[in-house]
Structures are given as structure tokens and as C-alpha cells.
């Protein structure tokens, strides 16, 4: 099959068999991982919390999500990256590995959430930018993101219990 | 020299009734370490956006104590959520963590972080209606910031520094 011949030519690249080889280069790259994901989590906790209510109330919604949003990206992109590699060095296992997959899912429903939330909620942003009642529309994405983001560090976790790298 | 009091300690803590829960439940500990790592984006970012904010370029509509009491409650409450966990997960595996370099070394680390940010906490509360931090104050951000993320890794270490 197409895509288990891609897995096994990922996992053949030098690159690849020089992180699993290697003894310092997994833990290093997984460090990055590690730190970059939590800069993710954090910084769109940050804006979750803004649209719960339940934090930031005094700064523009605008304001806040221009200030922290673009960390967040500048995270997500390295934690990508860096994911990348961890799953290169032994992608046709990751790939079978039922967590992985769970966790692929999540991300691509935090992207769908997103894009619910910037295609809807946010279009009538002005009548509550300024600390006004966040419609419920909004709160329901700001809870959603909250909720999917830890459900993608369980994940990530569970990982590494289930493919006993680095638990 | 520390070695005989640890070994002994480990022994003691793995007999407990309450590590014998961690180790025969198979999904506790990984829970532990999702609550844990979440605990460490709230603390992290705070860090951050705390820094970022001291550097002037975080809310630069409001005074900078305004950021201070947005984000200092990320790292106060952060820290003791990170120790309750971390309590746990060396009481399912005292041997995996205590005699362990990379723990210690974090240990360390978590310390100097935590009065990196404590000299922060200080300085930026002296300046409650100012917009812009001191030398110091930024110094202390940055130092905090860079421990934090030290600690990070470290932690990360413990998995692969496995004492036999």
C-alpha cells in the first residue's frame, strides 16, 4: 500500500534513523516539543479564558488575541516541526499507534473549531469587543478549545506510555 | 554521600499504600503527567507573557502592574499544582526520580526560578502606575524565564537518565 511504503521511506531517511539512533537527539527534539506545546496550550488558554469571561475582561478582545496569537502560531509552527521529526524517526509504528491518531484527530478539531469560531462569532465581534456579553456561540469556543487543547497533551502522553519512548 | 538516605527513602516510599495505587492503576500516572504538563503551559506562558510584557511589548494599553496581576496567579498557582504532581509521580517511582540526576538538577532549577520570579513579583509591584520596568526587573524576567524553561527540559531529561 501507497501510504505504508511513504512511512517506511520517512522512517529510512538518514535523518530519521540518525534520531533514533542517536542518544541525545529524541529527548532534545522532544525537550522543544514539550516546551513549544505548552507555550500553545498557555497562550490559547489565554485567549479561552478572555472568551469564558473568566479572565483579561478588561482588554479588548482585538487587542488581546493581536498581542497573544501570534505566539501562539510562532509555537504551534515549532511544535509541528518538531513532532515531524519524532514521528519521522519511527513513523510506520506512530502511525498504527491508536493515541497518535487520536491525537491528529483532536488537532484537526481544534482547527475546525477555530474556523467555526473566525467564519461566525467573530464576525459580530464589535458589539463585544470591549468587555460586552460574549454570545454564547463564543463561550462554546472558547470552552471547546480549552477542552480539545488538554485532550491533545493527554494524548501526546499516552503516547509515549504506548510506545515506551521516553514516559 | 546523599546516596544511603535516598535509597532508604526511595524503599520506604514504593511500599506505601499509596505508590502501590499509582503503580497498579495503569492510567493514573499518565493522567498525573497530562495535569502536570498542562500545569506547566499555565506557569510557562505566564512566564512569557509576563517577560513579554515587561519588555514592553505585551498590553501596552494598560500599566504594566496590570499585566503583573493578570499573569503572576499563572505561575502562583502553577507552582503548587506542579509540586502536587510531581509529588505523586515520584511516589509511583521514587527510583526513577530521586537518585536521579536530571531530577535533582531540576530541582535546582525550579528554586532558582522561583526566586527569579519572587525578585520579579517585587519589582514590578513597586511601579504600579509606571508603563516601563527597570533593569532589573527586565533581568529578573529574562533569568526567570530562561530557569523555567531549564526546568523544563530537565524534567523531560528524567525519562532518559534512567539510574541501571
Redesign the interface.
Known sequence: MAVAALLQSLYDTPLAAWIRES?LA??CI??VH??A???????I??VDLRLLGL??R??RFS??SA??LP?TWGAFAVAAASGFLLFASNAPRYAENTYFRAKLLLLALAGLNMLVFNLGSRRGLAAWDDGGRVPRAARLAGALSLAIW?AV??AG??I??TMLA?? | MLEQPIAVASRWLVATSLSRVLQDVDWL???I??LH??A???????S??LT?GVLGR??R??PLA?TAA?FLP?LYWGLPVLLVSGALMITAEPERALPNPAFQLKMLLVLLASAATIVLARRVRLLPDEHRAGAAARIAALLALALW?AA??AG??I??TLIR
Request: aromatic fraction near 10%; hydrophobic fraction near 55%.
Open positions: 542518544e529524541f529527548p522532544e525537550s514539550v516546551a506545546i505548552t507555550l500553545v496550550v498557555g497562550s488558554a489565554v479572565a483579561s478588561e482588554r487587542r488581546l498581542d497573544v505566539l488538554i497533551v493527554a502522553r499516552w509515549g506510555f521516553g514516559y | 500516572v499518565p493522567a503527567q497530562t504538563i498542562v506547566v503551559a499555565v506557569l510557562f506562558s505566564s512569557l507573557l513579554i505585551h498590553a494599553e494598560l496590570r493578570r499563572g524553561l523544563l527540559v523531560r531529561f525519562a532518559y
